[in-house]
């Protein structure tokens, strides 16, 4: 949750007047995002969430963010959609921020996903990754190999606070994945953060996917072993074979993975894995006590690691050849 | 800003099965109160208020403060009207806490209010103040004489790090309200909390007061100091006569004060400048450093509380005789 900045009702009229949205009625920060804030407009015509970027995005990164929503809008996903001002940028700018309105997305997102649930993630992982073909902006992982090792230099002093022998265990496993990350594999524009928290549904129907803010280029294979990390196990850190297999089923219902994807899949998701220990360590280590932030455990994706790492062959994860 | 409590989709479409509201199509924590969990809610009928009443909220209290927004609601005045259940309970309970479902009012806060916003909020306490008769639950003010009283003997050993002489000059300020409050003025429901983020407007227009959290029975008129305190002042300190004027002008064109509030006036904004004083003090003194809640600084009040003891004659908050 995350409002960082306050606006004046003053500044967001006349940001609007930039705008055709109709007349405001009423805004509210809104709980939702960690990287920035977050309001919730209603006005004379529907409702519009307004964001506001902060600091810990890069500026530069705005236009492919942007872009990617509307490349993505285009070619029929649903996901939030930024609206252009009469002069047709995406990017204002409101009490000293960039900041962009974009549509409103009904919808919840479930605390407690199901395997049917599962399924329809695959799908519309899916279709974003063909949707996103030609989109024309590139972005690299910041948050790949050559990321997590900057990360793990930052913590790895006092990674044994955490558990003892963690040192050795992540340098470890920083070199296994060094040496066998896969190359050649199909890549494309991936989502990288697509949690629960930011797929919507309404009753059993997906109803579209938010925040596009770690999107970037790299392997789409990558985007499922996240998906796999993030969906389905169980909070007590057992893998949910019945979710694992419907999320994938969904996903070759609309794009076939090819065998040395379903090959690199214990891998991927070692590093996927991998990604989300080392950001949550960070946070862990550096986050004052009493902040009142929640500090996400490192230690379930610690777990998740560890489980992957004794995965034989991809069929384990319930992939049917 | 403050959601202290989430709720899952689940639990909260089971709770909304005792209300007849429509479908729900989405619900967001929203940055607004200090005391509760709020979540804008959307259905397919028209967007709401849901309300989680964490600890600091007496539940004994909550049928007054329902009930009031009913009858104030009844009466005419905009404010919000927290809705029926099937069984006509206005209270539920959702993830543990009591939970009430309350119409949405449109409408922002001002960040710069001017006269002319405080002419209206005058006269919307007024209305407030004539609404609230016949309303028949009672609720002591525990922010009176007596409530300072024990606030102070918390603060006091260490007043003095705010500002030295402070312990002399408050205990000074207790003793001479106690044996000056005023008795025998004209009482009734006041809101007792009623800063600009209480207020929305449409344009120049007021479209309604909410958060009655403080709601209580005491004396008019020491409401009626209690926004001189909160909308009559500049940043820098220095009271704004124009606004003033326009306030009690306001508040007079619904209900005259009559002569014996107006000499009470200065006395009652002492009063109501060292209640927010010492809650701001308390506050101060016991947040810890680094939690990520904005302090609100206590001098603010102990300024207003110095201007509020010089003043010889209600004339000079421009009340026109």
């Known amino acids: 949750m995350a409002v960082y900045t306050d606006i004046?009702?003053?500044?967001?009229?006349?940001?609007?007047t930039e705008y055709d949205v109709g007349t405001l009625?009423?805004?509210?920060?809104?709980?939702?995002?960690?990287?920035?804030?977050n309001f919730l407009l209603h006005t004379s015509r529907e409702p519009l969430i307004l964001t506001l970027y902060e600091k810990r995005v890069e500026k530069g990164d705005l236009p492919f963010f942007l872009g990617?929503?509307?490349?993505?809008?285009?070619?029929?996903l649903s996901c939030p959609l930024p609206l252009p001002r009469k002069d047709g940028a995406l990017l204002g700018n409101l009490s000293g921020r960039p900041a962009a309105l974009i549509s409103f997305l009904e919808g919840m997102w479930l605390r407690k996903p199901e395997a049917r649930h599962c399924r329809e993630v695959g799908k519309a992982l899916a279709a974003m990754h063909v949707a996103g073909e030609g989109f024309a902006i590139k972005r690299p992982n910041a948050l790949s190999l050559e990321g997590w090792q900057g990360l793990w230099e930052k913590s790895e002093a006092r990674a044994d606070e955490v558990e003892?022998?963690?040192?050795?265990?992540?340098?470890?496993?920083?070199?296994?994945l060094g040496s066998h990350w896969?190359?050649?594999?199909?890549?494309?524009?991936?989502?990288?953060?697509?949690?629960?928290?930011?797929?919507?549904?309404?009753?059993?129907?997906?109803?579209?996917?938010i925040d596009f803010y770690f999107a970037c280029n790299d392997l789409l294979a990558y985007d499922v072993s996240i998906c796999l990390n993030a969906w389905c196990f169980e909070k007590d850190g057992a893998y949910n074979i019945t979710r694992g297999m419907a999320l994938l089923e969904g996903y070759q219902s609309v794009r076939p993975l090819d065998a040395a994807e379903i090959a690199a899949l214990p891998t991927l998701s070692r590093g996927s894995a991998l990604r989300f220990f080392l950001t949550r360590l960070y946070d862990w280590l550096t986050?004052?006590?009493?902040?009142?932030?929640?500090?996400?455990?490192?230690?379930?994706?610690?777990?998740?690691?560890?489980?992957h790492r004794q995965i034989a062959s991809s069929a384990e994860y319930g992939l049917n050849a």
Chains 1, 2 share one sequence.
């Open 8 to 16: 004046t009702e003053d500044d967001l009229k006349w940001f609007l």
């Open 25 to 37: 009625l009423s805004y509210k920060g809104i709980a939702e995002g960690v990287e920035n804030s």
């Open 68 to 76: 990617l929503m509307q490349h993505l809008a285009s070619r029929g």
């Open 164 to 176: 003892p022998g963690l040192q050795d265990e992540i340098r470890a496993e920083l070199d296994f």
């Open 182 to 209: 896969p190359k050649d594999l199909p890549d494309g524009v991936i989502h990288a953060d697509l949690f629960p928290d930011n797929v919507f549904f309404l009753g059993d129907e997906l109803s579209g996917l």
């Open 287 to 307: 986050t004052p006590a009493g902040a009142l932030v929640t500090k996400k455990d490192p230690i379930e994706y610690l777990r998740k690691l560890r489980f």
